[in-house]
């Protein structure tokens, strides 16, 4: 009475169909793995370089740990000034002929770098302290005096110089970034002495 009919043809090709598109999936599935995979092993590796720089900045410092000026007791000027500096505890080692130093007075701003004969208008010297080297710390027991010419800087005639009672900023920037800033500060009254503390 009723005639059976055979549907696995029918069954074959709905199979194949879905496996189509299920391999389809996979494979779409696969390249989009693979690009948020290499995406972020890029973003990784942005952040641990960022993170490196941000860590030389912040932990690559420059202590002063003294200040002096030459003083020109005619003019009652101090024409040179010589920073004492050491790094901090945890910074790496710092390369100070890679170093600028931001000059920033009242009446006269420059930016200063490394001269290994003499100190002028855009430059500055360094000497090792004892038996540190001229330029580079590595220790955080070595010493280096910096020599900044604020005569030259502020003119370079006769008189020129940072005056009685006036002040000027230093901004000393290593080859890392970090930065440090000292403000000197010149007595008002610098008498007959040759030095003064700054």
Not at 69 to 88: A, F, P, Q, W
Not at 120 to 140: E, K, L, W
Not at 156 to 167: F, H, L, Q, R, V
């Amino acid at each position: 009475m009723f005639e059976e009919l055979s549907l696995d043809d029918d069954r074959g090709q709905v199979g194949i169909g879905t496996l189509i598109i299920f391999i389809a999936l996979v494979l779409v599935a696969a390249v989009a793995a693979g690009v948020l995979v290499q995406t972020s092993g890029l973003l990784q590796s942005q952040a641990e370089s960022t993170g490196e720089d941000a860590q030389s900045e912040v932990g690559n410092q420059i202590s002063v740990v003294s200040a002096t000026g030459s003083v020109d007791n005619s003019n009652d000027v101090v024409t040179e000034v010589n920073l004492v500096v050491k790094k901090s505890a945890g910074s790496d080692p710092i390369d100070l002929s890679d170093a600028t130093i931001e000059y920033t007075s009242g009446s006269a701003s420059s930016t200063l770098t490394y001269d290994g004969s003499s100190a002028g208008a855009s430059a500055f010297t360094t000497s090792g302290v004892g038996s540190s080297d001229d330029t580079v710390m590595s220790n955080t027991g070595d010493r280096v005096t910096v020599t900044v010419d604020a005569n030259a800087i502020e003119g370079g005639t006769t008189g020129d110089g940072i005056d009685a009672g006036n002040e000027a900023t230093l901004r000393i920037v290593d080859q890392s970034g970090a930065t440090t800033i000292y403000g000197v500060n010149v007595p008002d009254s610098l008498g007959e002495r040759s030095y003064v503390s700054v």
